[in-house]
């Protein structure tokens, strides 16, 4: 932090100015109505005006629907229930809430965030929490639901800005969704477009699941370098450290007393070793419904991902196990007497969801009514013929392709959905340009990726706002979109050049790539 009197540097006045700009936006909320009601008029002036755009694989000629028309209120009248029941970032933050409270509310929760801020060097906090948000994304849901209020805790116990550990799991979780050290659905989902995409050039050309596999190895490591610099160098200088008496150790210990004499620590190893029991337990038991060959969730599709089915439901995995430890503990720590008591831990965890399910709401009407007007899909298209367009160097080429993904992000959140409409395109007309269609492939997702974390249209971005209006009632869409905007630069033009260098030298992508 700069002392008073002396002058910011130009990069955190720059910074300071755009979360000053943002936070002068409306209540979240309002602001989704707001979103809504430009959705609304944008679509009517748009389908008025009869502009379509051909889909570039079916040729199906794409066009507006009003949503004032009789059948656009027809959809939103008789929609707007599942809209927002059936919005991804409602039912996985219930259920994954419900879990964790009970582990917070027994003391469970309590005692791992000292254990792991005592054992962890305060240096090597942003690493660890950017490392284990990309790796979290292989597990859908379960690291923005899990990992980013779980970074803040972790963040504060350690003394250091509550909003820093979310920016740092944000980052890693959603600005690094294109790395892992594991193959993931969006692995395999992403190359089945692209092998379609080629066809029409070179139908025996088959895009593997795993051919981008060993440069998202090395892009886990360096978005975690990449990650933890910008937190500690670029962002979290920017954001105030909690005070010693601050809510935040207050929050902490609310979930039962840390421990601080030896007599005390001897009290908790009797609970401690009946979660690891239980952790063990647990853990065979999800072995076993994937590793038999009849096994209860293993992917029956021999040419598939064999925890496919565990994955999809490693959300309530996690409930499941965040709930059971919690009451382990409690019972063997003497904090738990009857199931009334978890119960109460489960409400309690519920109870702090009612502004974030009020935000969900509107979001979820604004992003359902941008996807069935077609407004996504036709600027979507149209950015991709504008590019196809321009007679540019293969490396030239692919530089401002990574942009124009990035920026086509802005508009559509869902990464398939996007490369389907653009791989035909680009797939292509690439590869007569001498870019394999794995190329391109990674390229489309660096540029995905890198502009995830400040897209309001993310489906999770009002849930960070939510996390972070819990450390500090001043936060909003602006707060996030600044300590977000450095490392998205940083991604993006990190994490291209260093696919550039790949190519350059001319390394496998990976297996079949």
């Not at 909320?29 to 809504?36: D, E, G, T």
């Not at 620590?265 to 337990?281: D, E, I």
């Not at 490693?314 to 409930?319: R, S």
């Not at 559509?412 to 190329?439: C, D």
Request: glycine share 10%; net charge neutral.
């Amino acid at each position: 932090m700069n002392e008073a009197g002396k002058t910011k540097p130009i990069s955190q006045r720059w910074l300071d100015n755009i979360e000053r700009l943002g936070n002068r936006l409306p209540n979240p909320v309002l602001l989704f109505i707001i979103f809504c009601a430009v959705v609304i008029l944008a679509s009517s002036l748009v389908s008025g005006a009869g502009i379509n755009a051909s889909h570039p694989l079916t040729g199906e000629t794409l066009a507006a629907r009003s949503l004032l028309s009789a059948d656009g209120l027809r959809w939103m009248l008789t929609n707007a229930v599942s809209n927002f029941t059936q919005f991804a970032p409602v039912g996985p933050v219930i259920v994954a809430i419900m879990g964790i409270a009970i582990a917070e509310h027994s003391g469970l929760l309590a005692k791992v965030l000292h254990a792991l801020t005592l054992r962890a060097h305060p240096r090597l906090l942003s690493a660890v929490v950017v490392f284990a948000g990309v790796l979290s994304s292989i597990g859908f849901d379960a690291g923005y639901v899990v990992l980013v209020p779980l970074a803040a805790l972790i963040f504060k116990a350690a003394g250091r800005s509550p909003l820093a550990g979310i920016a740092a799991a944000f980052a890693g979780v959603s600005g690094g969704y294109s790395a892992n050290l594991l193959l993931g659905p969006v692995d395999a989902v992403l190359a089945g477009i692209s092998s379609e995409a080629i066809a029409l050039l070179s139908p025996e050309h088959e895009v593997l699941t795993s051919s981008n596999y060993y440069f998202i190895i090395v892009s886990t490591l360096f978005v975690t370098v990449i990650g933890a610099l910008v937190n500690d160098y670029l962002v979290e200088p920017r954001l105030p450290r909690p005070t010693p008496q601050s809510d935040a150790d207050v929050d902490i210990n609310k979930t039962g007393e840390l421990p601080t004499g030896a007599d005390e620590q001897q009290s908790q190893r009797r609970p401690l070793f009946w979660v690891s029991v239980y952790s063990v337990v647990f853990a065979l038991l999800m072995l076993w419904t994937v590793l038999p060959a009849q096994g209860l969730l293993r992917n029956p599709d021999p040419n598939g991902l064999v925890a496919l089915p565990l994955l999809k439901t490693l959300v309530v995995w996690i409930a499941l196990y965040a709930g059971g430890a919690g009451i382990v503990f409690g019972y063997s720590s003497g904090k738990y007497r009857s199931s009334n008591d978890w119960v109460a831990g489960m409400e309690s965890g519920i109870a702090t969801l009612t502004g974030y399910l009020v935000l969900m709401f509107f979001a979820a009407q604004f992003v359902n009514y941008f996807s069935w007007s077609g407004l996504g899909a036709l600027a979507a298209i149209s950015g991709a013929d504008w590019l196809s367009s321009l007679a540019l160097s293969k490396t030239s080429l692919l530089l401002l392709f990574i942009l124009t993904s990035a920026a086509i992000n802005l508009l559509i959140g869902s990464a398939s959905a996007k490369w389907a409409v653009m791989a035909p395109v680009f797939v292509p007309m690439l590869a007569l340009l001498g870019l394999t269609p794995e190329a391109t492939q990674m390229a489309y997702r660096i540029g995905d990726s890198s502009t995830n974390i400040i897209t309001p249209l993310m489906p999770y971005f009002g849930v960070i706002v939510a996390f972070m209006q819990s450390h500090d009632k001043e936060a909003g869409m602006g707060t996030l979109m600044s300590m977000m905007l450095p490392y998205s630069i940083c991604f993006l033009f990190a994490w291209s050049g260093l696919l550039l260098f790949w190519l350059g030298v001319g390394l496998p992508l990976g297996p079949g790539g």
